[in-house]
T-cell receptor, first 112, second 111 residues
Framework: DTEVTQTPKHLVMGMTNKKSLKCEQH?????MYWYKQKAKKPPELMFV???????INESVPSRFSPECPNSSLLNLHLHALQPEDSALYLC???????????FGDGTRLSIL | SQQGEEDPQALSIQEGENATMNCSYK?????LQWYRQNSGRGLVHLIL?????REKHSGRLRVTLDTSKKSSSLLITASRAADTASYFC???????????FGAGTILRVKS
């Protein structure tokens, strides 16, 4: 069992749909992250939240919109995605940026 | 852009053998971390070595760090089939506010 919970585990959506990915942690971590991972590749950082404020946006297209409602929750809102956005989306948290990260098992996203 | 490069890209060994994976990076670091990822799962943190440390052990894992060569190695001794996974190094470069992952090594341990 992981200490970072991501829902849903799988998501199939059309290019015109709007959906959200959710991530929750109860370890008191104040840094939370979204990564995108393609098959046989390392995770690519998308966003970093530190103390509930967006601290890093790795030039991610605006069709991905992150939100941190509180210190335990992280959302990733999706709109008008492209087929190349199909990937595994991983959420992670850590006590501080640069320290060991705890990952969820991800959401497998497929764009039709 | 990726900070670390790893070799080999893939490694296949028999159960009981040792597995060694190498990681190189480009800029100065505060620490280097190793993670394991089983198929279809998230990453799991294995070990962290600070820039002022040269070697660290955790169970069957041994990590070395050579800051002069900007390289690290992960040794898994007496491998088991359950060690089959992808292994990634990650550095907290360049400002320590995020991790940058290497390309990874796919390890297959045959029973």
């Amino acid at each position: 069992d992981t200490e970072v919970t991501q829902t849903p585990k799988h998501l199939v959506m059309g290019m015109t749909n709007k959906k959200s990915l959710k991530c929750e942690q109860h370890m008191g971590h104040r840094a939370m992250y979204w990564y995108k991972q393609k098959a046989k590749k390392p995770p690519e950082l998308m966003f970093v939240y530190s103390y509930e404020k967006l601290s890093i946006n790795e030039s991610v297209p605006s069709r991905f919109s992150p939100e941190c409602p509180n210190s335990s929750l992280l959302n990733l809102h999706l709109h008008a995605l492209q087929p190349e956005d199909s990937a595994l989306y991983l959420c992670a948290s850590s006590g501080a940026p640069g320290m060991p990260q705890h990952f969820g098992d991800g959401t497998r996203l497929s764009i039709l | 852009s990726q900070q670390g490069e790893e070799d080999p890209q893939a490694l296949s060994i028999q159960e009981g053998e040792n597995a060694t994976m190498n990681c190189s990076y480009k800029t100065s670091i505060n620490n280097l971390q190793w993670y394991r990822q089983n198929s279809g799962r998230g990453l799991v943190h294995l070990i962290l070595i600070r820039s002022n440390e040269r070697e660290k052990h955790s169970g069957r894992l041994r990590v070395t760090l050579d800051t002069s060569k900007k390289s690290s190695s992960l040794l898994i001794t007496a491998s088991r089939a359950a060690d089959t996974a992808s292994y990634f190094c990650a550095t907290d470069a360049p400002y320590g506010n995020k991790l940058v992952f290497g390309a990874g090594t796919i390890l297959r341990v045959k029973s």
